[in-house]
C-alpha cells in the first residue's frame, strides 16, 4: 500500500462507479490492485511508476508479451482502414485459414468476443446435433461466465459429495436451479469414475466439455489416459467432445489436442488467437458447423457486432505468423526451467508448497499433497498463498491471485532466475529461510 499510493487513489475513486471499484473479478485483490499505465516487451509500468515482470501475461493472453512489434504494426495499419465494417474483411478468412490449418479438430471456425461466448455456442451446437439436452464437466473446470457451466466450478468440499460421484452444486447466486438437473459434474483426472458417470447418463448427454489443462488447479494438465478414455466413451455414445481450449492451446502450435494427440469433435479458443484484443472462436467437424451455414438456414443461429472484426483479425494473424512452431517450443522449454527451479527451491527450504504446469505454463501450489483434481486442493494453504502473491508484487513480479503464470516470448533467462530467487525471498519472510 505505501508502494502504491496513485493505485489506491484510483481504486476509491472507481469504487463510486464500479461495485468495488471493480469489473473483472479475476484481477481484483486485497488491498486494491494495482492500475497499470504501460505495458512494454515482458514489463508493466504502474501508475505510481512501479516496473514490475509480467508472468502472467493477461490471463496467458500475450504470448509475444507486450506491445509486440508485428502486432502494433498490424493494428496501426488497420486502424488506417477502420475500426469496424457491418459486412465481412478479406483479413477475417485468412485468420480462420491460420487457424483450421493448425488445429486438428478445426474443419470450419467462427469468431466470437470472448471465451464464455465460445463455449456457449459450442455447447449449443452440440445440442442441436446431438437433439439431446444434458451436459457433462469436470469438477473445478471453468468454461466461462453463462449458465450451463457456472457449476461445481470452486464447490465447498462440505457439499461437493463423493469425490468419484461429484454434486453439481451453483457457483454462486443468480444461476438457475434448471442447470443443476441438466449440467453432470465428473472428477477430473479420474478415468474410470467419469467413464461410469457418462455411460449412466449417454443417451441424454449432448457434451463433453473439457480443458485440457484446468486453469483454476494451477495450469494442472489432465492424464492423456483420461483424455482417451473421454474420447472413446463419447465417440461410442454419439456424444460432441468439446476441449476448452481458451487457455491450452499456447502448449503447442496446434494446441494441447495435438500435444496429447487426441482430437475433440469441438473446439473452444480464445486468449493467443486475438493477439491482445477481446476475442474468441469456436471450431470444428465440417459436419457440426454446418449448423450456422446462413445458406442452410441456419439451424443455429449466431449474431454479434463485433464477431470477427478486422481489428482483432488483424492482431490475431500478426501473433499467430509469429509463434511458429520453434517459439512455441522455446516458451514451452522456458516453462519447464521455471517448473524445474521452483521445485528445487521448494526442496531447499521444506516449503510445504509443489510446482503444477505443462509447457510454458505453470502454478505454485500451497499443499505438500500431489495435486491432481479439486479434492487434492483442500489442505492449500491460502495465507501462504496471499502471502506469495503480495510478496512478488513488492518484489517486482506479478502472477495471478493464485500465484499461477505463464511464460511468454519476451521472458528472459536473467528475468527466470530473477524471478525464482524472488519467490526465495518471499518464502524467507514466510519463516521458510
Same mark, same amino acid.
Given at each position: 500500500?505505501?508502494a502504491?499510493?496513485?493505485s489506491?487513489k484510483?481504486?476509491?475513486?472507481?469504487?463510486?462507479?464500479l461495485?468495488g =471499484?471493480?469489473?473483472r473479478?479475476s484481477?481484483?485483490?486485497k488491498p486494491? &490492485?494495482?492500475?497499470?499505465?504501460?505495458?512494454q516487451?515482458?514489463t508493466m509500468?504502474?501508475?505510481d511508476?512501479?516496473?514490475r515482470?509480467?508472468?502472467?501475461s493477461n490471463?496467458t493472453t500475450?504470448?509475444? *508479451?507486450h506491445?509486440?512489434?508485428?502486432?502494433i504494426?498490424?493494428?496501426e495499419a488497420q486502424v488506417d482502414? =477502420?475500426?469496424?465494417?457491418? /459486412?465481412?474483411?478479406?483479413?477475417v #478468412?485468412?485468420?480462420?485459414e491460420?487457424?483450421c490449418?493448425?488445429? &486438428?479438430?478445426?474443419?470450419?471456425?467462427?469468431?466470437v468476443?470472448?471465451g464464455?461466448e465460445?463455449t456457449?455456442?459450442?455447447?449449443? /451446437?452440440?445440442?442441436? %446435433?446431438?437433439g439431446?439436452q444434458k451436459?457433462?464437466?469436470a469438477?473445478?473446470?471453468y468454461? *466461462?461466465a453463462h449458465?450451463?457451466v457456472?457449476?461445481s466450478?470452486?464447490p465447498?468440499?462440505?457439499e461437493?459429495?463423493?469425490?468419484l460421484?461429484?454434486?453439481a452444486?451453483?457457483?454462486y447466486?443468480g444461476?438457475s436451479?434448471r442447470?443443476l438437473?441438466?449440467t #453432470?459434474?465428473?472428477?477430473?483426472n479420474?478415468?474410470?469414475?467419469a467413464?461410469?458417470?457418462?455411460?449412466?447418463n449417454g443417451?441424454?448427454i449432448?457434451a463433453v #466439455?473439457?480443458?485440457p489443462v484446468i486453469g483454476r488447479?494451477g495450469?494442472?494438465?489432465?492424464?492423456?489416459?483420461?483424455l482417451?478414455?473421454?474420447?472413446?466413451?463419447t465417440?461410442?455414445?454419439g456424444?460432441?467432445?468439446?476441449?476448452?481450449?481458451?487457455?491450452?492451446?499456447? #502448449?503447442?502450435?496446434g494446441g494441447?489436442?495435438?500435444y496429447?494427440?487426441i482430437? &475433440?469433435?469441438m473446439?473452444?479458443?480464445?486468449?493467443?488467437i486475438g493477439g491482445?484484443? &477481446?476475442?474468441?472462436? %469456436?471450431?470444428?467437424?465440417?459436419?457440426?458447423?454446418a449448423?450456422?451455414?446462413?445458406e442452410s438456414?441456419p439451424r443455429?443461429k449466431?449474431a454479434?457486432t463485433?464477431? =470477427?472484426?478486422?481489428?482483432? /483479425?488483424a492482431?490475431g494473424?500478426?501473433?499467430l505468423?509469429s509463434m511458429t512452431p520453434?517459439?512455441f517450443?522455446?516458451?514451452?522449454t522456458n *516453462?519447464?526451467k521455471?517448473r524445474e527451479?521452483?521445485r528445487s527451491?521448494i526442496?531447499?527450504?521444506?516449503?510445504p508448497?509443489?510446482v503444477?504446469?505443462i509447457?510454458?505454463l505453470?502454478?505454485?501450489?500451497?499443499?505438500?499433497e500431489q495435486?491432481?483434481?479439486?479434492?487434492?486442493?483442500e489442505s492449500?494453504?491460502q495465507?501462504?498463498a496471499a502471502?506469495m502473491?503480495?510478496?512478488m508484487?513488492?518484489? *517486482?513480479?506479478?502472477l495471478s491471485?493464485?500465484?499461477?503464470g505463464?511464460?511468454?516470448?519476451?521472458?528472459t533467462?536473467?528475468?527466470?532466475? =530473477? %524471478?525464482?530467487? /524472488?519467490?526465495?525471498?518471499?518464502l524467507?519472510r514466510?519463516?521458510y529461510g
Amino acid at each position: 500500500a505505501r508502494a502504491n499510493p496513485a493505485s489506491a487513489k484510483l481504486n476509491e475513486r472507481a469504487k463510486k462507479s464500479l461495485p468495488g =471499484g471493480d469489473s473483472r473479478n479475476s484481477i481484483w485483490w486485497k488491498p486494491f &490492485p494495482v492500475y497499470i499505465a504501460r505495458g512494454q516487451g515482458s514489463t508493466m509500468t504502474d501508475v505510481d511508476g512501479n516496473e514490475r515482470v509480467d508472468f502472467i501475461s493477461n490471463m496467458t493472453t500475450l504470448i509475444l *508479451g507486450h506491445r509486440h512489434p508485428a502486432v502494433i504494426e498490424a493494428v496501426e495499419a488497420q486502424v488506417d482502414r =477502420g475500426l469496424s465494417y457491418p /459486412a465481412p474483411a478479406e483479413l477475417v #478468412i485468412e485468420w480462420a485459414e491460420i487457424i483450421c490449418e493448425r488445429i &486438428p479438430s478445426v474443419e470450419k471456425i467462427r469468431f466470437v468476443n470472448s471465451g464464455t461466448e465460445a463455449t456457449l455456442n459450442a455447447i449449443r /451446437a452440440a445440442r442441436a %446435433f446431438t437433439g439431446r439436452q444434458k451436459i457433462v464437466k469436470a469438477e473445478a473446470g471453468y468454461h *466461462g461466465a453463462h449458465e450451463d457451466v457456472a457449476v461445481s466450478v470452486s464447490p465447498s468440499i462440505d457439499e461437493a459429495g463423493d469425490e468419484l460421484e461429484p454434486n453439481a452444486l451453483h457457483d454462486y447466486e443468480g444461476i438457475s436451479d434448471r442447470v443443476l438437473s441438466t449440467t #453432470i459434474v465428473i472428477p477430473f483426472n479420474r478415468p474410470e469414475a467419469a467413464e461410469a458417470i457418462i455411460r449412466a447418463n449417454g443417451d441424454e448427454i449432448a457434451a463433453v #466439455i473439457i480443458e485440457p489443462v484446468i486453469g483454476r488447479l494451477g495450469m494442472l494438465p489432465a492424464n492423456p489416459e483420461f483424455l482417451q478414455r473421454l474420447r472413446d466413451v463419447t465417440k461410442e455414445l454419439g456424444i460432441v467432445l468439446i476441449f476448452d481450449e481458451v487457455i491450452s492451446l499456447r #502448449i503447442s502450435s496446434g494446441g494441447s489436442q495435438e500435444y496429447f494427440g487426441i482430437t &475433440p469433435d469441438m473446439t473452444a479458443m480464445g486468449k493467443i488467437i486475438g493477439g491482445g484484443l &477481446p476475442v474468441g472462436a %469456436f471450431g470444428g467437424k465440417d459436419e457440426i458447423m454446418a449448423l450456422f451455414d446462413p445458406e442452410s438456414g441456419p439451424r443455429v443461429k449466431h449474431a454479434g457486432t463485433f464477431n =470477427g472484426n478486422p481489428m482483432t /483479425a488483424a492482431a490475431g494473424i500478426a501473433t499467430l505468423k509469429s509463434m511458429t512452431p520453434e517459439l512455441f517450443e522455446q516458451i514451452g522449454t522456458n *516453462g519447464e526451467k521455471v517448473r524445474e527451479k521452483l521445485r528445487s527451491l521448494i526442496s531447499d527450504r521444506e516449503a510445504p508448497m509443489g510446482v503444477t504446469g505443462i509447457a510454458s505454463l505453470f502454478s505454485l501450489q500451497f499443499t505438500n499433497e500431489q495435486v491432481v483434481d479439486y479434492r487434492s486442493l483442500e489442505s492449500a494453504d491460502q495465507t501462504l498463498a496471499a502471502h506469495m502473491f503480495i510478496g512478488m508484487l513488492n518484489e *517486482g513480479y506479478t502472477l495471478s491471485p493464485q500465484c499461477a503464470g505463464n511464460i511468454s516470448s519476451a521472458i528472459t533467462d536473467d528475468q527466470i532466475d =530473477g %524471478f525464482v530467487d /524472488a519467490v526465495g525471498r518471499v518464502l524467507e519472510r514466510a519463516g521458510y529461510g
